[in-house]
């Protein structure tokens, strides 16, 4: 079944600095890869994602990349905002969602 | 938010209760998820149904046992749990003709003692 790494766990920005969180798959069926945010106390909700046949989408100061070849894709933020500290999860989905482990992200103001 | 609801939102209970979580979703989706969210792992997949169909059962100790007597709405029946059964346990749904986007209920903090 299909593998997703997640790095870094934890991750300190200061504000107006950019963030990146990056995550590799296994299976190379996969096609789907969305972010999720999740504030303390609150669902997952979804913030981006992407499909197999594109390599960067972006919205706002959220972008996202995805390199097929190499089986990883990466969340960007620019310009962070203290309201952008969250846990942020990737998944990857051939049918069926396979979570990463989470990115607890830190805006220092 | 109320597209995907869930009650309780918080509960405890002994290792010999039975209790349900209920899930219910008002965005008209054909497919309905059960996760547990334990801290430091990743979001685990439990259960899935298709048009009120199982098609999925992630390896679940027969402790759970879901029900979904029909598109819109899913339940968690447990019983005879463990400590470490506590979590936090999230509904989604999506239609699966549309998207792949799931969107998720607020969660039944659960905690076993």
């Known amino acids: ?109 | 938010e109320t597209g995907v609801t869930q009650t309780p939102r918080h509960l405890v209970m002994g290792m010999t209760n039975k209790k349900s979580l209920k899930c219910e979703q008002h965005l008209g989706h054909n497919a309905m998820y059960w996760y547990k969210q334990s801290a430091k792992k990743p979001l685990e997949l439990m259960f899935v149904y298709n048009f009120k169909e199982q098609t999925e059962n992630n390896s679940v100790p027969s402790r759970f046992s879901p029900e979904c007597p029909n598109s819109s709405h899913l339940f968690l029946h447990l019983h005879t749990l463990q400590p470490e059964d506590s979590a936090l346990y999230l509904c989604a749904s999506r239609s699966t003709g549309a998207s792949y986007e799931q969107y998720f209920g607020p969660g039944t903090r659960l905690t076993v003692t």
């Open chain 1, 1 to 109: 079944g299909e593998n997703v790494e997640q790095h870094p766990s934890t991750l300190s920005v200061q504000e107006g600095d950019s963030a990146v969180i990056k995550c590799t798959y296994s299976d190379s069926a996969s096609n789907y890869f969305p972010w999720y945010k999740q504030e303390l106390g609150k669902r997952p909700q979804l913030i981006i994602d992407i499909r197999s046949n594109v390599g960067e989408k972006k919205d706002q100061r959220i972008a996202v990349t995805l390199n097929k070849t190499a089986k990883h894709f990466s969340l960007h933020i620019t310009e962070t905002q203290p309201e952008d500290s969250a846990v942020y999860f990737c998944a990857a989905s051939n049918e069926k969602l396979t979570f990463g482990t989470g990115t607890r992200l830190t805006i220092i103001p």
